[in-house]
């Protein structure tokens, strides 16, 4: 269960912490079709992340 998941920055943003999610999708192939879209919108600096459905472990985070 693979999910592929898009972010990309505005024009004129840098930073990451302002990347704006564009589309969480399982079928990997409509990633560079949003790109593309998204291009002609003034996005930037595109990022895919993937998540395969596992549950986020607070643990390590917190590192107890």
Not at 16 to 35: G, S
Request: glycine content about 6%.
């Amino acid at each position: 269960m693979k999910e592929y998941i898009l972010y990309g920055l505005r024009q004129g943003q840098t930073e990451r912490y302002m990347e704006e999610l564009l589309i969480a999708t399982k079928a990997q192939e409509t990633i560079d079709y949003v790109k593309d879209l998204a291009t002609q919108e003034g996005f930037h600096s595109f990022r895919v992340a993937t998540w395969n459905g596992e549950e986020p472990n607070f643990t390590n985070t917190l590192n107890i």
